[in-house]
Nanobody
Framework: QVQLVESGGGLVQAGGSLRLSCAAS????????MGWYRQAPGNQRELVAV??????NYGDSVKGRFTISSDMAKRTVYLQMNSLKPEDTAIYYC???????????WGKGTLVTVSS
């Protein structure tokens, strides 16, 4: 089994910052990509940012404000979120692309709430 443990969510005022972390553990031996997705009430899950060996990819709504990074030795991915807006309010999910199992693994999510 693979476990993803997210941390760092919470309540912040508009214009503030938060840093999310996600650590992967268990039966995972290689990683193609790690990333973050989010889902707001009534909306579909959407890409926030993904990082691979070739670089990073961001959703249009977060470009220039969010930065994804990773420490593959620790199997951990981070999301630095700056200049937060109320529309960033959502549950943020960590994702790991596991090529050995052919599966994407997902965390349980961490809630980010941005007040106006």
């Amino acid at each position: 089994q693979v476990q993803l443990v997210e941390s760092g969510g919470g309540l912040v005022q508009a214009g503030g910052s938060l840093r999310l972390s996600c650590a992967a553990s268990g039966m995972i031996f290689s990683i193609n990509a790690m990333g973050w997705y989010r889902q707001a009430p009534g909306n579909q899950r959407e890409l926030v940012a993904v990082i691979t060996g070739n670089g990073e990819n961001y959703g249009d709504s977060v470009k220039g404000r969010f930065t994804i990074s990773s420490d593959m030795a620790k199997r951990t991915v981070y999301l630095q979120m700056n200049s937060l807006k109320p529309e960033d309010t959502a549950i943020y999910y960590c994702m790991v692309d596991d090529p050995d199992s052919g599966m994407d693994h997902w965390g349980k999510g961490t809630l980010v709430t941005v007040s106006s």
